[in-house]
């Protein structure tokens, strides 16, 4: 089994900044591409960035200039830097990454944290 430990979530006032990390466990023999979504009330689940092995990154248009992913591929973790922040940025955000867990598998599968919750507020 794999899981994707989530961590920094937390309360932050307007234009203020928060870091999010998370790893995968368990059995892994590959990791392709890692992410965060976000998942505001009322609101559908919407991608917020992705990046792949070779730390090639996409973000949605509301995060850009304002955000950034890394990777660590040495401990299979993925991190969120937020920086202003504002009070659309309120969601639980989920951590995303395709694995393979065994040679000889064609297609990875997609694991999910659980979600740790951003609020920003004044």
């Known amino acids: 089994q794999v899981q994707l430990v989530e961590s920094g979530g937390g309360t932050v006032q307007p234009g203020g900044s928060l870091r999010l990390s998370c790893a995968a466990s368990?059995?892994?023999?590959?990791?392709?591409?890692m992410g965060w979504f976000r998942r505001a009330p009322g609101k559908q689940r919407e991608l917020v960035a992705s990046?792949?092995?070779?730390?090639?990154?996409k973000y949605a248009d509301s995060v850009k200039g304002r955000f950034t992913v890394s990777r660590d591929n040495a401990k299979n973790a993925v991190y969120l830097q937020m920086d202003r922040l504002n009070p659309e940025d309120t969601a639980v955000y989920y951590c995303?990454?395709?694995?393979?867990?065994?040679?000889?598998?064609?297609?990875?599968?997609?694991?999910w944290g659980q979600g740790t919750q951003v609020t920003v507020s004044s």
């Open positions: 990046i792949t092995a070779n730390k090639s990154t």
């Open positions: 995303n990454a395709e694995i393979t867990r065994e040679v000889g598998v064609w297609s990875p599968t997609n694991y």
């Open positions: 368990g059995t892994i023999y590959s990791v392709y591409s």
